[in-house]
């Protein structure tokens, strides 16, 4: 039953008999399913009155024109960017990122490099054909532990905003390169062995 009112109901069922009865309520008024419920279990619930949906949650804009990636695959493009465009790139630490990081590099594209890094996500509100577009974000899985790397389903809204401010808290924190004082130790000497072939690092 989908009704903007609360409705009666009379007693249909002989008395000592039991009956199943299934009401359907509108999922998207939590108002008008409580009364529903309210009044058909106890009997006696409120006069019948107006509900009105709750206000949703307004879409959320990003004035900037960005475009942020995540990097797991050395041979990922680096290409110029368009005037205008705050574009950057985070990528893991290794010797295999070298010529990616020139690349980058070469194309102007700011990016910095953080150790063990395994995310792989497009931050972006470039359109099709440059404009200023929806906040989406598009995760995808890793290229180091999956060289298909299949993409997934990109996600707008306050999704893309978490997406977004996820990825300039690591920016920020990676501003200065990371020095260790110790030495690399072999993972097998730490892990099970059972767990080494999900691990893209010695």
Known sequence: MVDERVPDWDCDVTPGEMRIRTISVPVDNPALARAIAAQFLTGCGPAPQEFHREPTTPAFTEQRLLHWRKITDPAAGASQPPSGVDVRALL???????????????????????????????????????????????PEVSALVDPAHPRSIWTDGWSAAAARD?????????AQPHETDWDRVPTSEWIPADWLPYLPYP
Do not use: K, N
Not at 93 to 110: N, S
């Open 92 to 138: 893991p630490a290794g010797p295999e990122f070298d010529e990616l990081c020139r690349r980058l590099a070469a194309a102007g594209v700011p990016y910095r490099q953080i150790r063990y890094w395994l995310e792989t996500e497009t931050v972006s509100t470039i359109g099709e054909h440059g404009e200023l577009s929806t906040l989406r974000a598009v």
């Open 166 to 174: 996820a990825f300039e808290m690591e920016w920020d924190a990676h």
